[in-house]
């Protein structure tokens, strides 16, 4: 039997309090702390290159699926949907058969470093630290873009998409174009952006009341997914140079597309 269920991860940072980790999942919730994860589960270093920090990092951390394991979470079916947001509302989608094609691991510091200890990392125009997780992916560097790396890792939950997502799904009888360009949107932009208030908040929503095609030129969008600080120096957007000319025009050709399906408040 399919089981949905939610992992929420809350990590609280007050003075004198310690890092709790909240699990809720299948209507039960339970509270561990790192010392009790680190009974559960064993504590590994791991060794890569880090495209967040564009360098060789060593960290320590567990293993995702075990993690998911002993606290509690089913066995993932084919169609399930992780969603991991970030302190900042940065909402990456990981679908069950990228955990099925990679090893991940949910590290909280680096190799040598006291606990929910990081090199700041530079982000648009300031330093954070990844803290109190980031998820990284040690066979998969070299195709960074196509896995999620989320760092200052707050929540974590098991969704269906469809039930989650309605609103940015693109009408039945769409093109194969447009249906191509949401497949990008969702596993690219979803993380950042939203769509009719449905998807991450780091980034603007790109439909309600105004769809981003509406006041930007198509030139110019291609030019700014291609290379945003070519526009804004210091921007958070990363670069997408890895898409091609027909992906980007399948990506507002779904952005079009959703013109039509605006919600309204």
Not at 147 to 172: G, M, N, S, T
Not at 228 to 239: I, T, V
Not at 250 to 262: E, P
Request: with cysteine; hydrophobic share 40%; net charge positive.
């Amino acid at each position: 039997m399919k089981l949905f269920g939610i992992l929420l991860c809350c990590w609280v940072f007050a003075v004198g309090a310690t890092p709790v980790l909240t699990t809720v999942h299948s209507g039960q919730s339970q509270h561990w702390t790192l010392a009790q994860l680190q009974q559960q589960l064993p504590v590994q270093q791991v060794s890569l290159d880090d495209p967040s920090y564009n360098q060789r990092k060593n960290y320590r951390g567990f293993n995702f699926s075990k993690l998911l394991e002993k606290t509690g979470f089913p066995p993932l079916q084919e169609d399930d949907t992780l969603v991991l947001t970030a302190s900042d509302g940065y909402a990456p989608t990981l679908a069950a058969a990228q955990l099925q094609q990679q090893q991940a691991m949910l590290v909280f510091a680096e190799a040598g470093k006291p606990d929910f200890e990081f090199t700041p990392l530079q982000q648009g125009k300031g330093l954070i630290s990844p803290a109190p997780f980031y998820l990284v992916w040690p066979g998969a560097a070299k195709a960074a873009e196509h896995f999620a790396w989320p760092y200052q890792l707050v929540k974590i939950e098991l969704i269906r998409f469809r039930d989650r997502y309605a609103q940015v799904i693109p009408a039945a009888g769409a093109s194969a174009q447009v249906q191509q360009g949401f497949a990008l949107f969702k596993q690219h932009c979803l993380k950042c952006h939203s769509i009719n208030l449905q998807g991450g908040v780091l980034g603007p929503e790109l439909n309600a009341p105004k769809n981003v095609t509406e006041y930007w030129q198509q030139h110019d969008l291609k030019a700014f997914i291609k290379k945003p600080e070519s526009y804004r120096y210091q921007s958070k957007m990363p670069a997408f140079h890895f898409f091609s000319d027909a992906e980007i025009d399948a990506v507002l050709a779904y952005l079009q597309q959703m013109k039509q399906q605006k919600i309204s408040r």
